[in-house]
T-cell receptor
């Protein structure tokens, strides 16, 4: 039972354009959401997060949007840069719970020059 | 701090052999997590420990998998006997107790032939 789903295994975007990565979740108990970025041969690293009390969080070129009613979140990267090429994982957690992170399958983003 | 340290980085073994993966968490982190990365399921949580005690091992695929945390600075994930379908990248992560505190190691790429 995949509680966090990323339905797009890959995405290709032109440099300078906007990249939009999507994530859906099924567990309504999740109240904290994160995006991780992973380069080959490295572990995932934290990128940006959002609490369920917000619907948007912005950090430089990265913005995460949360739609609780749709159980959907998205990551926007603008403008996209070649160094953004990586696998992006969406993750969810329950703050007051065990604090374990439940991850999606990942989306491989390729930024073309 | 050197971060979360995993060893070995790569492991190639024959089917039926015992495999032991090792992890040294960040000093002071009280939670440790073992994940497995596969194409189909992304980052799949296998087991996690809190203060060296196993809390949830429901993600461990079979009895062939076992994990221990004898002290706060060391954990092992053992597969005995190993099978080709166990081939994957295994990540260890440690946390200070908040989802933002997660830090991943660089992973162990396991190949069972």
């Amino acid at each position: 039972d995949q509680q966090v789903k990323q339905n797009s295994p890959s995405l290709s975007v032109q440099e300078g354009r906007i990249s939009i990565l999507n994530c859906d979740y099924t567990n309504s108990m999740f109240d904290y959401f994160l995006w991780y970025k992973k380069y080959p041969a490295e572990g995932p690293t934290f990128l940006i997060s959002i609490s369920s009390i917000k619907d948007k969080n912005e950090d430089g070129r990265f913005t995460v949007f949360l739609n609780k009613s749709a159980k959907h979140l998205s990551l926007h990267i603008v403008p996209s840069q070649p160094g953004d090429s990586a696998v992006y994982f969406c993750a969810a957690s329950v703050i007051q719970g065990a604090q374990k992170l439940v991850f999606g399958q990942g989306t491989r983003l390729t930024i073309n020059p | 701090d050197a971060g979360v340290i995993q060893s070995p980085r790569h492991e190639v073994t024959e089917m039926g052999q015992e495999v032991t993966l090792r992890c040294k968490p960040i000093s002071g982190h009280n939670s440790l997590f073992w994940y497995r990365q596969t194409m189909m399921r992304g980052l799949e949580l296998l087991i996690y420990f809190n203060n060296n005690v196993p809390i949830d091992d429901s993600g461990m695929p079979e009895d062939r998998f076992s994990a221990k945390m004898p002290n706060a600075s060391f954990s092992t994930l053992k597969i005995q006997p190993s099978e080709p379908r166990d081939s994957a990248v295994y990540f260890c992560a440690s946390s200070s107790g908040h989802p933002l505190g997660y830090t991943f190691g660089s992973g162990t790429r396991l190949t069972v032939v």
